[in-house]
C-alpha cells in the first residue's frame, strides 16, 4: 500500500532529482577548488542522467528510475581555459552552483507538498 | 559528518588560496627589504599549484565519499635574480655602490593578491551554497 | 444475531481492490491521483485483515529504513542529509495511515457493537 502513497513518478523523480542537486554540488566543489590546478579538467553530471529522468516522466515510468544513480564524471567536451590545460570557467561554475540551489529548493518544496497532501489526505484535515 | 555537500574541497581551495594570500603578503612587506638574517636581499617566494592527479579525478564516483581531486601548493624560492641599483650611500652597498633589491613588483603581487581573493571567495561561496542546500534538506517534512 | 468478534470482520471473502481513478486528460502535467492510480497494477487481498497486516509490515519496515538510514547519518557514513530527512517522513506518513485505518477500524467496529440486534 506505502508504493501509492510513494510510488508516484513525479516524486520519484523528485527525490532522484535532489540525490542528483547534491553530486552536482559536489562536482561545482571540486572544480573551483582546482580552477588553478594545472592540467585539471572539469567534472559534471553527466547529461545523459537527466536526459534519462525527463524521459522517465514524460513516460510516467517510475520503475525506470529505481535504477538511476547520478554520479560525477570527466566533462570530456569542456575546453581548456589556459594553457596548462585547465578547463574550468569560474563564471561556468558560478553560475551552474545558483541554479542548482533553486533546483534542489524545487525538488524540496515537490517532496513537502507531497508529505503534507498526504496526511491531509490520511487525517481528513488540511494542516 | 559531511552535511555539507563540496565542503571538502571548498575547504581545501580555501587553505591553498590563504596560504597564497601569506605569501603575497610576505612578498609585498618585504619588497624593499635589502638586508636579511641569513645576508643578502629578500628572497621572493613563489606559489605553484601542482599538477592534476590524473587517476584521482577520472575515479570521482558518489558511492565513494568525498573523493575528489584536492589542489595542492607548493612554496618555492623565485629564481629571478636581484634587481642592482646604483646607490653609493646606501649601508647595503657592495663595493661598486650597488644596493642589491629583491625582484619583486608590487603591482605584480597586487594582481596576484587580486586573483586569490577572487577564488577565495568563490571557494566560500561554494560553502554558503551547500549550507543553504543542507538547511533546505532539514526542513523536509517540517510543519508551521 | 451472534456478536461479532473482532477477527473475522463482517465482510468476509470480498475482494479488497485499490480504487482506480480516471487518468488525467495532460499526463505531462501530472498530479497526486494520478501518482497513486498509475502506480503498477491494483493490489488484491482476499481477506480485509491482510490489508490491515500489510499495512503494519509496510509501515514497520519504512520505520525501519527510517531508523538505518539516520543511525548511518550519525554514525559519519556518507549518507545525504535529504535520504535521512526523507526516510522519516515516509515513515512517518505510513505510520500516519495505519494509525488513521486502525482509529477507524476501532470506530466502525463500536459502531456495530452498538447496534440494535
Known sequence: MTEALFGGINYVAAKKGLDACVERQRASAANIANLETPGYRRVHVPREFQQSLREAVRRQDPASLAGLRPGVAVDGSAVARTPDGNTVNLTDELMALQENGVEHSLHVQLINGRMSRLRAAISGRMS | MNLIPGATSATQGLQAEQLRMEVISQNIANARTTRTSSGGPYQRQAVRFSEALGEALSGVDATRGDRQAMPRLEILPDTRPPVRVHQPGHPDADGEGFVSYPAISVHEEMADLVSASRTYEANLAVIRNGRALAQQALSIGRRA | ?117
Open chain 3, 1 to 117: 444475531m451472534s456478536p461479532i468478534s473482532p477477527a473475522t470482520p463482517a465482510i468476509v471473502g470480498t475482494e479488497w481492490t485499490r480504487p482506480i481513478l480516471p487518468k488525467v486528460a495532460n499526463p505531462s502535467v501530472g498530479s497526486d491521483l494520478e501518482g497513486i492510480a498509475a502506480s503498477g497494477s491494483p493490489q488484491t487481498y482476499a481477506r480485509f485483515g491482510d490489508v490491515l497486516t500489510d499495512l503494519i509490515r509496510q509501515t514497520d519496515q519504512a520505520q525501519r529504513v527510517s531508523g538505518e538510514t539516520t543511525g548511518a547519518l550519525l554514525a559519519g557514513q556518507n549518507v545525504p542529509v535529504h535520504q535521512a530527512m526523507i526516510a522519516g517522513e515516509e515513515a512517518s506518513v505510513s505510520f500516519q495511515l495505519m494509525l488513521e485505518v486502525r482509529n477507524r477500524l476501532l470506530e466502525g467496529y463500536q459502531e456495530l457493537m452498538r447496534m440494535q440486534v
